[in-house]
Each structure stands twice: as structure tokens, then as C-alpha cells.
């Protein structure tokens, strides 16, 4: 984590290579993506997936990248300004075309009636990576019903097996929040994980076991994929020294982190801690 540095003041964090001033890679730079090496990209977690994996297509897209956004679970069926092409496959459509440069397509399985994109199995993401269809490709991986901090049941997260990146996301705005339906996707669970009870306050120290928890954050994530832990949502200076905490906490401990980003995903403010 030493080669980045801050290149903006407190109120407009960003980070980039040390050197760099390349705004419009800031988002790039912070996930250690290069430009010319095919990834696939895995988020999990809760407290803004989607928003990441969009905004950074939308960087891709600027470098004249080919970028499937998909997903293994579901997501809400994005707004047209958001891409290029849609692939539903129930349409009988199909994902094998030569795909324009500098551009985003999204790939579904259905649309449900309740307006989500619904998500195609694993295996299928892999095999289009492998195809080299495109020069990323960007999953939702799991599923937190809007919700900022989750910890995955069983059968979560699901996460394609030659993801090269694995994005972790936490929401800062769950800390202060009680463990409960209305913050926490999966309570009970997440109780049992960061040994915590149900009704209590989620503090930096919850954070940290969510993430350390071999059945937390990063559970299931591939041996070979880098992982990326991202503060999202840590639009005030409480949030951001509360993020430096969860970082400091996090330093010495046996755990195998490539980054640790905190900011705002939605406002391109963040950093590298």
C-alpha cells in the first residue's frame, strides 16, 4: 500500500500511482487495474456493488475498453445511460458478437417483474472470460437488498472461479447502527460472525471481524484473486477517521489484502489507505 499517495485535500479525496495526475484514473489506479491486462472483476459485500462496478466500467469504457458488467445473483435493471448493449438470454440472445471498443454491455439471464436483472451462473462467466471476449468483465457476486453491511448465508457469496480481483465493500454508513433488519442484511448471521448480538451498535471493531471472519467478507473468494477492501460511502470527516481506524486495526494482522480504499464510490471521492 506504500506506492500511493493523496493528491487532494480531505474534502476531495483521490488517490493515484505516485507520480500520476491522471484524475480520470484514480478509480483504476486505487484497484492496482492495468489498462492492458484482461481482469475479471468479483464484488461482494454491501453499501454500493453496484455503484462500484458501474463507475468503473465507465472509467474503462473512457480507455477504449471492452467491459461486460454481469452478474451471479441480481441487480436492478441499470438505466440505459449507464451502457451500450443489453444481453437478456431468455431473448434468445446471444453474447458471442464482436463487441465495439470503448464500450460497456450489460448480461443478464431475465428480467423480473420487479424490474431485476437477474444473474447467469458462474461457470458461464467464466467460460466468456476465457473466450477473451471482452477486456474485463465486472460481477456482482452477491446480494445485500440495499442494505450497507451484510454477512453472506451458505450459499453466498458467488464468486466465478477466475475472478483476478475480489472487491469487498463495506458501507461506513452502518457504523454507529444497531445489528438489526434495518441495517444489516442477515442479522443473525452477522451476529454470529462478528461475535455481536443482535440489537447492539456496529463499531470499528465489528467491521474488522466481519472482515477478518473466514466466513465474513471475503468468503469464497478464489486463492488466486487479489483482494481489494473498499470503505465505501464515507462522506464525512467522522467516517473517513473511522475508516483510518478499521485501517490501522487491520495493520500486522496475517490477512491478505492488496488495498484497502475508502471514500465515495458515487461521488469519485476515495482514496488508498
Same mark, same amino acid.
Given at each position: 500500500?506504500? &506506492?500511493?499517495?493523496? !493528491?487532494?485535500?480531505?474534502?476531495?479525496?483521490?488517490?493515484?500511482?505516485?507520480?500520476?495526475?491522471?484524475?480520470?484514473? =484514480?478509480?483504476? &489506479?486505487?484497484?492496482?487495474?492495468?489498462?492492458?491486462?484482461?481482469?475479471? #472483476?468479483?464484488?461482494?459485500?454491501?453499501?454500493? +456493488?453496484?455503484?462500484? !462496478?458501474?463507475?468503473?466500467?465507465?472509467?474503462?469504457?473512457?480507455?477504449?475498453? +471492452? #467491459? @461486460?458488467?454481469?452478474?451471479?445473483?441480481?441487480?436492478?435493471?441499470?438505466? $440505459?445511460? @449507464?451502457?451500450?448493449?443489453?444481453?437478456?438470454?431468455?431473448?434468445?440472445?446471444? /453474447?458471442?458478437?464482436?463487441?465495439?471498443?470503448?464500450?460497456?454491455?450489460?448480461?443478464?439471464?431475465?428480467?423480473?417483474?420487479?424490474?431485476?436483472?437477474?444473474?447467469?451462473?458462474?461457470?458461464? /462467466?467464466?467460460?466468456?472470460?476465457?473466450?477473451?471476449?471482452?477486456?474485463? *468483465?465486472?460481477?456482482?457476486?452477491?446480494?445485500?437488498?440495499?442494505?450497507?453491511? +451484510?454477512?453472506?448465508?451458505?450459499?453466498?457469496?458467488? *464468486?466465478?472461479?477466475?475472478?483476478?480481483?475480489? /472487491?469487498? #465493500?463495506?458501507?461506513?454508513?452502518? !457504523?454507529?447502527? =444497531? %445489528?438489526?433488519?434495518? =441495517?444489516?442484511?442477515?442479522?443473525?448471521?452477522?451476529?454470529?460472525? =462478528?461475535?455481536?448480538? *443482535?440489537?447492539?451498535?456496529?463499531?470499528?471493531?465489528?467491521?474488522?471481524?466481519?472482515?477478518?471472519?473466514?466466513?465474513?467478507?471475503?468468503?469464497?473468494?478464489?486463492?488466486?484473486?487479489?483482494?481489494?477492501?473498499?470503505?465505501? $460511502?464515507? &462522506?464525512?470527516?467522522?467516517?473517513?477517521?473511522?475508516?483510518?481506524?478499521?485501517?490501522? +486495526?487491520?495493520?500486522?494482522?496475517?490477512?491478505?489484502?492488496?488495498? !484497502? %480504499?475508502?471514500?465515495?464510490?458515487?461521488?469519485?471521492?476515495?482514496?488508498?489507505?
Amino acid at each position: 500500500m506504500e &506506492d500511493y499517495v493523496y !493528491i487532494a485535500k480531505f474534502a476531495d479525496i483521490q488517490c493515484a500511482h505516485s507520480g500520476s495526475s491522471d484524475a480520470m484514473r =484514480t478509480i483504476i &489506479d486505487c484497484f492496482k487495474i492495468e489498462p492492458n491486462v484482461r481482469e475479471m #472483476v468479483s464484488a461482494v459485500g454491501g453499501g454500493g +456493488k453496484t455503484t462500484t !462496478i458501474f463507475k468503473l466500467a465507465a472509467k474503462l469504457k473512457q480507455l477504449n475498453k +471492452k #467491459v @461486460l458488467i454481469t452478474t451471479t445473483t441480481a441487480i436492478y435493471n441499470p438505466e $440505459k445511460e @449507464l451502457y451500450d448493449n443489453i444481453v437478456v438470454l431468455d431473448r434468445e440472445e446471444t /453474447i458471442e458478437k464482436n463487441w465495439e471498443n470503448g464500450s460497456i454491455t450489460v448480461l443478464g439471464r431475465t428480467i423480473s417483474e420487479e424490474n431485476k436483472l437477474l444473474g447467469v451462473n458462474k461457470e458461464f /462467466i467464466d467460460n466468456i472470460y476465457s473466450r477473451g471476449l471482452f477486456d474485463f *468483465i465486472l460481477v456482482e457476486a452477491d446480494g445485500s437488498k440495499r442494505k450497507p453491511i +451484510k454477512a453472506p448465508d451458505s450459499h453466498e457469496p458467488v *464468486i466465478p472461479s477466475l475472478t483476478t480481483k475480489t /472487491i469487498g #465493500v463495506i458501507g461506513m454508513d452502518s !457504523i454507529g447502527k =444497531t %445489528i438489526d433488519e434495518a =441495517t444489516v442484511h442477515r442479522p443473525l448471521i452477522f451476529s454470529k460472525v =462478528t461475535n455481536s448480538k *443482535i440489537g447492539g451498535i456496529i463499531t470499528e471493531d465489528t467491521v474488522v471481524r466481519l472482515i477478518l471472519s473466514k466466513e465474513g467478507l471475503f468468503k469464497g473468494t478464489p486463492v488466486d484473486s487479489e483482494r481489494y477492501l473498499l470503505l465505501n $460511502k464515507a &462522506d464525512s470527516e467522522l467516517q473517513i477517521r473511522q475508516a483510518n481506524e478499521i485501517a490501522e +486495526k487491520l495493520k500486522g494482522i496475517q490477512l491478505q489484502l492488496n488495498g !484497502i %480504499i475508502a471514500g465515495s464510490m458515487k461521488h469519485e471521492r476515495i482514496r488508498c489507505i
